[in-house]
């Protein structure tokens, strides 16, 4: 299972941490990815770590946001630097990759909001 927490109110430009704590499994055992869902949009990739450590974003975060995971605690993060508005969305933490539709189960995702 995978539970991602952290998410509220930030300041464009502010930033802020998310956590996707996994349980079942060891975080480092799989690759695993980031994703969000803007308001009345459909889920994006945001970001992944692979069991190397390595890590690739998506162009839009690439720079600003960094993903990490603490293998002691079994917990992936996000790290969101230099928020934008166009951050604000639903995020969401899970395996990479993802089957499409319903073949992949999602969790409730943590709120972001970026403020202008």
């Known amino acids: 299972q995978l539970q991602a927490s952290g998410g509220g109110l930030v300041q464009a430009g502010g930033s802020l941490t998310l956590s996707c704590a996994v349980s079942?499994?060891?975080?480092?055992?799989?690759?695993m990815g980031w994703y969000r869902q803007p308001p009345g949009e459909t889920r994006e990739f945001v970001g992944n770590?692979?069991?190397?450590?390595?890590?690739r974003y998506a162009d839009s975060v690439n720079g600003r946001f960094t993903i990490s995971r603490d293998n002691a605690k079994n917990t992936m993060y996000l790290q969101m630097n230099r928020s934008k508005p166009e951050d604000t969305a639903v995020y969401f933490c899970?395996?990479?990759?993802?089957?499409?539709?319903?073949?992949?189960?999602w969790g409730q995702g943590t709120l972001v909001t970026v403020s202008s």
């Open positions: 079942g499994s060891a975080v480092n055992h799989n690759d």
């Open positions: 770590i692979l069991t190397s450590g390595l890590t």
């Open positions: 899970n395996k990479w990759p993802v089957l499409p539709g319903p073949r992949t189960t």
